[in-house]
């Protein structure tokens, strides 16, 4: 393993992770607390201090470790999920559906700002190799939060927005699978199946969707 190579990349994707963790997480929270919920913001997890969601297995040893084991070609991590009591939602079933949409839409935007910042460097003449490819690692790390966290299945974001679109008794039995959920998107992810069917579909459309917003942009600056 290159370690300068690792040092290199560290720095290039350390604050486009923060952010996009940090974001993400606090995002949940907030809405959570819109719609009634302050569990999250009496533990202080509405900030965006990342040290409060950094999770030291999920966000880095085990990241660093598939690095080293994958030679990059694998990489896996988690925050701190925000706790949320649905029970204590105005209306739990509708509004978990606001609450899980909040990370990944949260995402969605950071992308779209990285995208921004990207052209704006670029229109300024700022060719310096190390900025650009934290643009477009911060656009990428939030393309992929943004489209693996809406895998329908619990605990992610799109199960939880999929057992609040489903009819009770439909979505009781999704419901169900959450206490195993996190070992059977391991699985679907070691295998493969998420990266071919969901994943590089869904980034696709979602980088054809992030160029079209900032077209204006980017011929404003060539």
Same mark, same amino acid.
């Given at each position: 393993m290159?370690?300068a190579?690792?040092?290199?990349?560290?720095?290039?994707?350390?604050?486009? &992770?923060?952010? #996009?963790?940090?974001?993400?997480?606090?995002?949940?929270?907030? &809405?959570?607390?819109?719609?009634?919920?302050?569990?999250?913001?009496?533990?202080?997890? +509405?900030?965006?201090?990342?040290?409060?969601?950094?999770?030291?297995?999920?966000?880095i040893?085990?990241?660093?470790?598939?690095?080293?084991?994958?030679?990059?070609?694998f990489?896996?991590?988690?925050?701190?999920?925000?706790? &949320?009591?649905?029970?204590?939602?105005?209306?739990?079933?509708?509004?978990?559906?606001?609450?899980?949409?909040?990370?990944?839409? #949260?995402?969605?935007?950071?992308?779209?700002?990285w995208?921004?910042?990207?052209?704006?460097?670029?229109?300024?003449?700022?060719?310096?190799p190390?900025?650009?490819?934290?643009?477009?690692?911060?656009?990428? &790390?939030?393309?992929?939060?943004?489209?693996f966290n809406?895998?329908?299945? $619990?605990?992610?974001?799109?199960?939880?927005?999929? +057992?609040?679109?489903?009819?009770?008794?439909?979505a #009781?039995?999704?419901?169900?699978?959450?206490?195993?959920?996190?070992?059977?998107?391991? #699985?679907?992810?070691?295998?493969? *199946?998420?990266?071919?069917?969901?994943?590089? $579909?869904?980034?696709?459309?979602?980088?054809?969707?992030?160029?079209?917003?900032?077209?204006?942009?980017?011929?404003l *600056?060539?």
């Open positions: 290159d370690i190579n690792l040092i290199q990349t560290v720095a290039i994707y350390a604050l486009p &992770v923060l952010f #996009a963790i940090t974001v993400h997480e606090a995002a949940h929270g907030y &809405v959570a607390r819109h719609f009634g919920d302050n569990t999250a913001y009496m533990l202080g997890r +509405v900030t965006l201090n990342p040290l409060k969601h950094i999770d030291p297995i999920g966000t040893a085990m990241p660093l470790l598939l690095y080293f084991a994958t030679s990059g070609a990489l896996f991590g988690y925050a701190k999920p925000v706790p &949320v009591n649905f029970g204590q939602l105005r209306n739990p079933k509708r509004d978990m559906i606001w609450v899980a949409l909040a990370g990944p839409g #949260a995402n969605l935007i950071q992308a779209l700002l995208g921004i910042l990207l052209y704006l460097l670029l229109g300024a003449a700022v060719t310096e190390f900025f650009i490819k934290m643009c477009q690692g911060g656009i990428l &790390v939030n393309v992929v939060m943004f489209v809406l895998f329908p299945l $619990p605990p992610l974001d799109g199960g939880r927005i999929l +057992v609040g679109l489903l009819p009770y008794k439909q #009781a039995l999704v419901s169900r699978v959450e206490p195993w959920g996190f070992f059977i998107v391991m #699985a679907l992810i070691i295998s493969g *199946v998420i990266t071919k069917l969901w994943l590089l $579909p869904l980034m696709s459309l979602t980088f054809a969707f992030i160029d079209i917003v900032l077209t204006p942009l980017s011929m *600056v060539r």
